[in-house]
């Protein structure tokens, strides 16, 4: 048999692993083994796991710094819920209005990362993570302005009140600071699990292509690049946009999870929470952030048995966990019993093959 | 390396999805246990209890406890078994908690304490037929179903939802006609929080019955959740056009600035409140010789003089330490509402949520159910799901709260 490499079957192993966790999360959820409790959590961690691999491709793969990531997912949840709420009146189809509007989030939120994107990531240094910081405020000041509405005559639209859109006995989809209140909750598991699919295949592939190669290189070396010809801003703009887009397409899921969502819930906070995600996780190593994002979602809920105790254990769990993981000695602790474990339960895998770790 | 920190990760998120399955099961044979001779109905609360809004959530579940404790001890045919679950005043975690609280059991839910949880969490107990009734969380869209001036209806009405409190247009409607009836300012200036709900919602409805009742506003200024630190060129606004009274209606912590901001100023209108105001004399480094004089709009003041009021105010000094708010009392309401239902249907815990649901929405919307609370009396519901009493105003005088009449 031809050998394998390591990338492929690396990627053959995240997709395998994937599937058998879903497999048997779906399996146990439809059988309601699982508490209300975790089968509460499903999509939102499908969302933010979206979330962490996008996040990934732009700080872990291009090397710059986002800080305003919820600003995309808040564009993404706003335009799908009104994507949504207005197909309302075309189809009964649950599954239909969450694709649609999962596709018109990816569109506009990857225009949004464009339009950030063309003039900052020309520039050299820090600049995105200032210029996304502001656009995650801005987004978030410019949608409690935003009156949006829909009656039998199509989208009103109005920046002052609800009374000024002119409805004739319509629906108020996005009523300013209130946010979007009685969105069709059609979010499905199986869409949120395709959706992290998707994520990991076009981030997986991106990164073992020539454009991923030009991408890590821009991140490591910028000069170098520069002087064999090739176009650094083309390269980057064309990963944050994409990045974008994946971050889009998580906050429709998101949204659409909800009957409501408020712009204040894309705040500054978000964002760091998914950076938490992707530094937790290893920044570049898109499985551990895919990781991360699960444990740190599913975490605060299983602190509920030690009440007022829950932030002040979820931030020495954190804690914990940034030692452990970059320090050799207190990792050696765990992962040598393991190690020994595991050589005695799987023989041949004993020696060797983890020296790259 | 990598691969098997990955592995050890998904195993304790594995060992982590089995733990809650345990947890689950031995919850529920608690529940199950009985309490003295009758099965305990198990009921279930939600509310900030960390957090910017915790004072609201943790007054809230104070107020309940006292009265389950008064109703447990009473050892008649209704018992209760009290959950308080913690939602950090944010919709998604409001839904956790609501799943958590099912995980426990829960047959009918008080709560959510906050506004915009409580629309994401009513949405799913109208789903699961859980009986609702929520002591303080004031938006129309928590009940549904109403139409505002241009005919729209947003949210369809969840017939499971009942409240405790008044509505946020009816708050906004109630201050401006109590301001312009008892002639307490002539020149309004309004300060609210625009990237909320509760605040703009009541303002909505105040500036449009300011109109309608001849009530003069001179000065409309805004901030958000980020700009709260600092209210001078509001106030100034305010100030330069001539406001003797300063409308907030707005949370107690950046009232509290803005009574300290207007003082360093030299600046002295009067303030009035609305029941998010409630709280600002437990506030913690808060001088509250700042509040004197202020108004808010309030169905509960702990100096009023019947036997019921006294004894809750002193139980919850004695177990507390402090004097309870507004929302204390709702909390302790919203339980006694559900008792007196319960006695009148004759509802025992054995009953499935749908069944209990179907009774209880029949008897509080049926016309001889009348409760006598805290909050007011005789206080009855319409099929809306609006509670129908008296509002109160009461002003800050010697750092506690006095009735005001005219």
Aim: aromatic share 8%; with cysteine.
């Amino acid at each position: 048999m031809k050998k394998l490499k390591p990338t492929t079957r690396s990627n053959i192993f995240t997709y395998g692993a994937l599937l058998i966790i879903f497999t048997v999360v779906y399996i146990l959820n439809n059988g309601g083994v699982i508490s209300n409790n975790i089968s509460g959590l499903l999509i939102p961690i499908c969302a933010y796991v979206c979330m962490s691999i996008s996040l990934n491709l732009t700080v872990g793969i291009l090397g710059e710094l986002s800080l305003g990531h919820a600003g995309f997912m808040s564009v993404g949840a706003f335009s799908g819920v009104i994507a949504a709420s207005a197909l309302r009146n075309v189809t009964d189809n649950g599954t239909l209005q969450l694709i649609a509007a999962i596709a018109i989030g990816a569109v506009f939120a990857a225009i949004a990362g464009a339009i950030v994107g063309v003039p900052v990531l020309r520039l050299n240094g820090d600049y995105l993570a200032i210029v996304t910081l502001a656009f995650g405020e801005i987004i978030k000041n410019l949608l409690n302005n935003f009156y949006i509405g829909v009656d039998n005559s199509g989208l009103h639209f109005s920046m002052k009140d609800t009374a000024s859109l002119n409805m004739d006995k319509g629906t108020v989809i996005v009523n300013g600071p209130m946010g979007a209140v009685g969105i069709p909750k059609v979010s499905t598991l199986i869409v949120g699990f395709i959706l992290i699919l998707i994520c990991y295949a076009a981030t997986a592939n991106i990164t073992n292509s020539r454009t991923g190669r030009a991408i890590k290189a821009i991140r490591d070396n910028r000069i170098a690049v520069e002087s064999v010809g090739i176009s650094v801003a083309k390269y980057k703009l064309m990963t944050f946009v994409t990045s974008a887009a994946m971050a889009g397409m998580a906050g429709a899921l998101y949204a659409l999870n909800y009957t409501t969502i408020t712009p204040k819930k894309f705040d500054f906070n978000t964002s760091i929470l998914i950076l938490v995600f992707v530094v937790l996780g290893g920044i570049g190593n898109v499985r551990g952030g895919m990781i991360a994002a699960t444990v740190l979602v599913v975490l605060p809920e299983l602190l509920r048995a030690v009440k007022d105790y829950r932030m002040l254990m979820y931030a020495v769990v954190l804690i914990l966990v940034m030692i452990f993981t970059n320090n050799r000695k207190a990792r050696g602790l765990i992962i040598d019993p393991a190690k020994k474990l595991f050589g005695k339960l799987i023989p041949k895998r004993g020696k060797g093959g983890d020296a790259n770790g | 390396m990598k691969k098997i920190v990955a592995l050890l990760l998904v195993l304790v998120m594995a060992c982590a999805l089995f733990a809650a399955c345990g947890e689950k099961k031995s919850e529920g044979s608690q529940s199950d246990k009985p309490a003295g001779e009758v099965k305990p109905f198990v009921i279930g609360g939600i509310g900030p209890l960390t957090g910017g809004a915790a004072t609201y959530g943790n007054a809230a579940k104070n107020g309940a406890e006292i009265a389950v404790e008064e109703i447990n001890a009473l050892k008649g045919d209704v018992q209760f078994t009290l959950y308080y679950e913690d939602d950090e005043h944010d919709p998604e975690k409001s839904l956790n908690a609501y799943n958590t609280l099912k995980d426990k059991g829960l047959q009918i839910l008080l709560g959510t304490v906050t506004t915009s949880p409580c629309i994401e969490v009513s949405a799913q107990a109208n789903a699961d037929r859980i009986f609702e009734l929520t002591p303080s969380a004031s938006s129309t869209d928590v009940l549904g179903g109403f139409e505002d001036e241009s005919g729209n209806i947003t949210i369809a009405r969840k017939d499971n939802v009942f409240q405790m409190c008044f509505t946020d247009p009816n708050q906004g409607i109630a201050s401006a006609e109590y301001i312009k009836t008892n002639n307490i300012g002539t020149k309004v200036a309004v300060i609210y929080k625009n990237d909320d709900a509760y605040s703009t919602g009541i303002y909505q409805k105040f500036i449009s019955q300011a109109a309608k009742v001849g009530l003069e506003v001179v000065s409309i200024t805004t901030f958000t959740a980020d700009t709260a630190t600092d209210f001078s060129v509001q106030l100034a606004d305010a100030k330069n056009n001539g406001a003797d009274l300063v409308f907030l209606p707005i949370y107690f912590e950046p009232a509290s600035l803005i009574l300290a901001q207007a003082n360093s100023m030299g600046y002295e209108p009067a303030f009035f409140g609305v029941d998010g105001m409630d709280g600002i004399l437990t506030m913690k480094n808060f001088d509250v010789s700042l509040a004197e004089g202020v108004f808010l709009l309030t169905p509960f003041s702990a100096d009023a003089e019947d036997e019921q009021t006294k004894n809750f105010v002193s139980t919850y000094q004695s177990k507390f330490g402090e004097i309870p708010n507004q929302f204390a009392a709702d909390g302790y309401d919203t339980v006694y509402a559900l008792y007196n239902a319960i006695k009148k249907g004759n509802l025992t815990s054995d009953m499935t949520n749908a069944e209990l649901c179907e009774k209880l929405i029949g008897i509080f919307t049926s016309a001889d159910f009348k409760f006598d609370g805290l909050t007011g009396s005789g206080v009855t519901w319409a099929t809306t799901g609006e509670v129908s009493k008296a509002p109160k105003a009461v002003v800050i005088k010697d750092g506690v709260y006095v009735g005001y009449n005219g």
